[in-house]
């Protein structure tokens, strides 16, 4: 009933809100992107996407068919394997940015592991800039990360907006310093957070740096200062400061996957996780339960 290549296209449109990039992601003219959706559509009987010329949302039909979608695709996925004997095997070593230790990227690992049980897979979290430089090293075969101002190269999970973010009772005082919690060097928000304040000729002093997100998250629950963060992963316990403070704006940023490209077991197994991570882009916008 449902043709997988519309599928696909469906989730890429679903979890970039945007026609251009998933043309962009999966390799087509936007035309046929757009031509997938609408068959997908037509085969469902519903609308999957409210669109005008400035945005595209999902509608409630689109919500319900992104679980569906991710299922109908891992199920056909798990048959090819089976009839076709294939079973990968090897070592991948995945490097996920701090951004994730929050959100359901374990489930999506765990999802993998049970598709893949002999791949022996290598987790290493640590800053996006710090994963760049691991992969450009060879030390790493395939990264989920924020992607660097300028850089177009990697698969685009979803696009974000950088907002700042601190404790709600949390004051700022106009004639100081702004408090920053930022990570180290390379840290890719913590450039664009220092590019920002330079900018906009606002002062800034460092009031927490840590490479680890749970300690700069409860240094922000403790009032101490503001994150430069995800607004689609802002953590519980903070929000997203009003304008009324004066911070100038941060951008936007891209999450995206990329790739080593390195022969062998390792690209294969690199393909598949790829695969299942931009099939299930959507839930790491999504916190954990705790």
Known sequence: MYEPSHLRTFLAVAQTLSFTQAARRLGLRQSTVSQHVRRLEDATGRQLFSRDTHSVELTEDGEAM???ARRILQVQEQAAAFFTGTRLRGRLRFGASEDFVLTRLPEILEGFRHDHPEVDLELTVELSGTLHEQLAAGRLD???????????RGKLVWHDELVW??????????????????FPPPGITRAVALESLERADRPWRIACTSGSLSALIAAARAGLGVMAHSRGLIPPGLVRLPDRFGLPELGRVDFVLVDGHRPGGSREAADALAATILAGGDRLQRRRAT
């Open 66 to 68: 992104l679980g569906f």
């Open 142 to 152: 395939l990264v989920l990360a924020k992607r660097r101002s300028g850089d177009r």
């Open 165 to 182: 973010i601190g404790a709600e009772r949390l004051r700022l005082e106009t004639d100081r310093p702004v408090p920053l919690i930022v």
